[in-house]
């Protein structure tokens, strides 16, 4: 999955989600423009940065205006601190809403013409705080449910010049991880709720948006990629009772392994002796 020769413009690219981003369009080729309101540390190799407020609709507008050309937009910025609905006023939670969906829009409406172009594409970054209840950041979790929806429409609306999909990520290991999860401890016992063991790495979600940019995924457009590890398992599975130890969160011995058989033989005699 090669971008040799195109120019990828990632926003919120300086850390975390996005400088994993930035990094893999680098490795596979591509002239990496990364925007943010701050300067990074540490400059990305491979990458040049410009400093933008993406809540500026002019200054969004200048921006993608003096680009030579570009091939494609991933929409990353974004992010939202923890805070309770009835926590602060409704103005508050407009400006997480700005940020995670306004903002996205307007890119993408400032990016458009480069993009009908060159053919480009748009690579939208969601949650799965859009798609189930997000106490404590419920603005953000309205805001990803918007962006997937309007990823969709502007998929048909800008078809078939610009293709337009979303990755949907789950939870992912970055710097400013312990804000979420607490410390190393916090961290492992999260990372043992999700099927695949582990948080995802930025490289990972970085890699999902390249092959979303890519020809290889020519003829995906208006599609969600999920990016969650497996995804959350219901809550009440950790509460209940019955089937302990055929859940995914139990260590997988061979001596689980044999209580599971066990337990489904003795379901099925239940079973048998039921219905007679």
């Not at 003829?219 to 089937?243: Q, R």
């Amino acid at each position: 999955m090669e971008l040799n020769g195109k120019v990828a413009v990632v926003t919120g690219g300086t850390r975390g989600v996005g400088a994993g981003i930035a990094r893999a369009f680098a490795a596979a080729g591509a002239e990496v423009v990364v925007c943010a309101r701050r300067p990074p540390e540490v400059l990305l190799k491979g990458a040049e940065f410009a400093r933008l407020d993406l809540r500026d609709p002019d200054a969004v507008g200048a921006f993608f205006g003096a680009l030579p050309r570009l091939d494609v937009l991933v929409n990353n910025a974004g992010g939202t601190p923890y805070r309770r609905l009835a926590d602060v006023d409704a103005a508050r939670h407009a400006r997480v809403v700005e940020l995670n969906l306004v903002a996205p829009l307007t890119a993408s409406l400032a990016a458009y013409e480069h993009l009908k172009r060159a053919g480009g594409a748009v690579v939208m970054v969601g949650s799965v705080s859009g798609g189930r209840p997000s106490p404590g950041s419920a603005a953000y979790g309205a805001a990803k449910a918007g962006l997937e929806s309007l990823a969709r429409s502007m998929a048909v609306e800008w078809a078939p010049e610009i293709r337009v999909n979303t990755l949907v990520l789950g939870m992912v290991r970055t710097e400013l991880s312990h804000l979420h999860y607490g410390g190393a401890e916090g961290v492992a016992a999260v990372s043992r709720t999700v099927p695949l063991g582990r948080l995802a790495e930025p490289s990972d979600v970085g890699a999902a948006a390249v092959f979303l940019a890519s020809d290889a995924a020519a003829y995906i457009s208006g599609a969600s990629l999920l990016v969650h590890g497996g995804g959350e398992p219901p809550a009440f599975l950790g509460a209940a009772t019955a089937n302990r130890g055929t859940r995914h969160e139990m260590p997988r011995e061979k001596r689980r392994e044999k209580r599971q058989e066990e337990e489904w033989a003795r379901q099925e005699e239940e079973q048998e002796e039921e219905w007679g």
